[in-house]
């Protein structure tokens, strides 16, 4: 921004600014633009909810999503809440609660152990891993080639009143007596698998599929997802992603009835708020950057001169005597700048000839005729090899020779 | 608009309460607080217009040495005004400590120095003058630029000027003012004398010896008043850097010493840059030629340009009716023999004698001697080559009876002043 100048006596000031309400005027337009601008970015970031894509969460109304299973749990009374961090799931009365568990198989060895001592449902959906035999279900989980829609097939009575199911996706098979298999088409693969020891029912649905959006409304889906996860008033929602470590937390589980805090559940080496603190520090730097992107007035241009290196030229013929090889053409050069040098020295000028030129070297270098003749005015060298002893010759006679 | 450093302090100090509360919530709303404090800040800030400034540069200065510029700067409002000023100039004005920081009671002025080295010659130029103010609580203020022009000339180094004296003794010596007594040489008659053992026998004048009856001798002194011109040749050639500078500068450096000895010696001097037009021209009789000539000559860039030598050889002999020495520094090499060159000198010295100054490559007599590889005979090769060329043209100027100076930069100055004394003790000026 640089100012009209003007000039009160001989200093230079700044011209007056035409003030905030003529500026106001003059830049209506402007200001409206930005008002309104404004206004439709806040919009849109208030009216904007980030969308949700996670596979097997409540909020995902696509069609991977269970949305619609929630919404119709939510319709019969059950309230379901889903946590982000397993920690904060906060069970309150673990017989009265349905603990769900999507992609079990990403928890950790804690997680799985801290689900091992929870005392009430559990319900895991999707790939579960680890945790089905740590939680008594002997069966392993096998990809499904042929999709199939099969009878219950087992004496559960959600699995009987849901009538068919399909077994899609991943499947289990069975490896040993715990639990009972349910949906079991052709290839022995089920979509359900159920053990009860007598205090509470862990539950195991391989094929997910059923319950999502797209699914929920085929076959017997919806009655068995509604049996199954509305057991209980109360329904808590986790689906793993591998980055929270946290433990799974409800009453009674440090023995004196108190919910643990998350502190407690999180083992963490950092004092809390730090996170929030850097969140602070963070936003520090962002005016930091304005602090230092704001120039202290501008960069002042400097007209720069041409730069050429004289030699420029001489650089250029030599690489192009070395692309062409040229021996002959570098030899003469040579051989002529040598003998003017060594002819200046013993006085000798160009216009005097060869064979003076030859006799004075000669005479000079105590050398025979002939040799000095070939070095100045032999053939030219045949390759590069030639063209450095020719050169290193050249040299040793020039330093030979001596104002006689 | 600006911030200081203090509202980012302030800022980072939000972490505090953020993490005791451990809400994003409070950190969002400390730091819009802070930014509404400057806000309010900037607001209560003085206006520019109520700082006034102005600038004194110090005119010339030689290059490679230092300079004071001024900047006075004045509260003409009505309000205490708290802030900051900037001394903007071009990089290559080599200013430090641009940055001043001011407090100033209604009416109150303050003058600040700014250091300017300068590293290249010319003109060179200030930039805009910045007005920082601040609030009263020094988280932010106001900052407006304004033009205040102002222009340090920098006049070439006139490195060789430490060539000078040893110079004038052998002009001197040639003059027969040296407190040893030698011999004057010289072409011109200047008195007649006693003889006094010791004095050069053929110098006896033996007309005035049959006259007086005792031997007398004739001393000499060399020509004064007479004319030097000074060509320099700011065309394309005299852009290619030698060393670290163009060649420009080395016969910048040349013109300078040369003047400056020929003053010395009585001579009248007047020196003309050109490419396709005159760039620039010095004439003024005694000293203050040296002081004329560099402030001439400061501002000369080489320009992309073929030089026109016909058009000098006008130029020259437009402005000197009698026979003088035409001094050309300019670069000889194998395109003179189509450009002009050869026929300009041809020209002048049919009336005046001529002196070709010409910057040798150091670069040159390196690749010369590469032994290394192959490639490196490869460069020697093209060096030598390039070098016949340059003799060849040397050879054909010296037969239409020029004098050629071809000199590394550093010693064509000192070259080109030998051959002068050297002209001038044989009397061809």
Redesign the interface.
Known sequence: ?????TA?G????????PGLRARARRGRLGIAAVVLLGGLVAMLVIGARPGDYVPLSTENSTPTGTRALAQILRAHGVEVRQVDRLARSAVRDPDATTVVIANASLLTGGQVRSLLDYPGDLVLLGESGDALAALGIDATEEPVLLPETVPAGCDDPDALAAGTARVDVLGLAAAGDGGELCFTQRSGLAALARVDDGTRTVTAIASAELLTNARLDAAGHAALATRTLGRHADAVWYVADGLDPSLLTWAGAGGDGDLPTEVEATPDFLP???G??????A??V???A??RA?R???L???PL???????????G??R???RAR?TG???A??R??AA?RMGRRIGVG?SDGRDALVTAVARASGRPEPDVDRLLYGPPPAD?AA??TL??EL?ALESEVHRP | MHVTGWTVALAALGALPAALTQSRTVAWAWVLGVVALALVDTWLAPPTHAVGVRREAPGSVRLSQSATTRLLVANVGRRRVRGAVRDAWQPSAGASGERHAFALAPGETETFRTALTPTRRGDRHAGPVTIRTYGPLRLAGRQRSLEAPARLRVLPEFASRRHLPSRLVRLREIDGRTAVRLKGAGAEFDSLRDYVIGDDVRTIDWRGTARRGEVVVRTYRPERDRRVVIALDSARLSAARVGDAPRLDASIEAALLLAALAAHAGDRVQATAFDRAEQARAASTGSRIVASLADALATVEPSLLEPDWPALVRLVESRVSQRSLVVLLTTVDTSAMDSGLIEAVAALQRRHQVLVGSVEDPELGEMMAGREDADSVYGAGAAARAMLEREAVATRLRQLGAEVVLALPDDLAPAVCDRYLALKAAGRL
């Not at chain 1, 921004?1 to 100048?5: C, I, Q, R």
């Not at chain 1, 929030?276 to 520090?281: K, N």
């Open positions: 921004m640089t100012a009209t100048a009160t001989e200093l230079v000031t700044t011209a007056r600014g809390p708020g730090t929030t603190a850097l969140y602070a520090l936003l520090a962002l005016l930091a304005f602090w704001r202290f007035g501008a002042v241009r400097e001169p041409v730069e050429v290196r004289a030699s420029e030229a001489t650089r013929r030599a192009l005597y070395r040229a053409r570098s030899a050069s040579l002529a700048a003017l160009r590069d063209l450095l050169i290193s040299d």
